[in-house]
């Protein structure tokens, strides 16, 4: 089965910030990786597809970048409402995986 | 406007056969994959199996031997059946638009089912 890693598991941030969040397969997987962002309680709201293409009514900060097994989330400059935990999601081999999630909160 | 609306009992015994429906609105069953997925209470994201318009599916081999994902285009409804529940099966579990097929993204979601295995 496909491995997942993300990188950090768990950061502190301040409204402003840049933050990147990194996501990594074990084989590649192309374009076909997926973000998504959680609140507690909550489904997970998809963020950004096919590695880089922003889900419509996402705000324009979120962005994707990366191919092959090496990717990245970025937020240009972090909002209160963007405390949540993201995962990235795998839909090129089956079994469809997600990474095991990034908690972002405030510092 | 886009819904898929969840249904099912969420207290079970062990040993019990979990089972759950998704009804979908506004959107149509045809050339889409629908997806089962769950997340225990502080976890991750675990991917169950998948199911087309043609009643095509396909199945995480974790779970494929206790796992059936059925279609019921009529009625709109897929479902998910999971037989010999341990405390290991309690979870939030969502119905989602996508999967190892088109779309190859989870864009649209159920509002989530808990479940709770206990005897």
């Known amino acids: 089965d496909m491995q997942m890693t993300q990188s950090p598991s768990s950061l502190s941030a301040s409204v402003g910030d840049r933050v990147t969040i990194t996501c990594r397969t074990s084989?590649?997987?192309?374009?076909?990786l997926n973000w998504y962002q959680q609140k507690p309680g909550k489904a997970p709201k998809l963020l950004i597809y096919e590695a880089s293409n922003l889900q419509s009514g996402v705000p324009s900060r979120f962005s994707g970048s990366g191919s092959g097994t090496d990717f990245t989330l970025t937020i240009s400059s972090l909002r209160p409402e963007d405390f949540a935990t993201y995962y990235c999601q795998q839909s090129y081999s089956s079994p469809v995986a997600f990474g095991p999630g990034t908690k972002v909160d405030i510092k | 406007q886009v819904q898929l609306q969840q249904g099912g009992a969420g207290l079970l015994k062990p040993s019990e056969t979990l089972s759950l429906t998704c009804g979908v609105y506004?959107?149509?069953?045809?050339?889409?994959?629908w997806s089962w997925i769950r997340q225990p209470p502080g976890g991750g994201l675990e991917w169950i199996g998948e199911i087309n318009q043609s009643g095509r599916t396909t199945y995480n081999p974790s779970l494929q031997s206790r796992v059936t994902i059925s279609i019921d285009t009529t009625r709109n409804q897929f479902s998910l059946k999971l037989s010999s529940v341990t405390a290991a099966d309690a979870a939030v579990y969502y119905c989602?638009?996508?999967?190892?097929?088109?779309?190859?993204?989870?864009?649209?979601w159920g509002q989530g089912s808990l479940v709770t295995v206990s005897s």
């Open positions: 989602a638009r996508g999967g190892y097929g088109q779309p190859f993204y989870f864009d649209y």
């Open positions: 084989l590649s997987v192309t374009k076909y």
């Open positions: 506004g959107v149509s069953f045809s050339g889409n994959y």
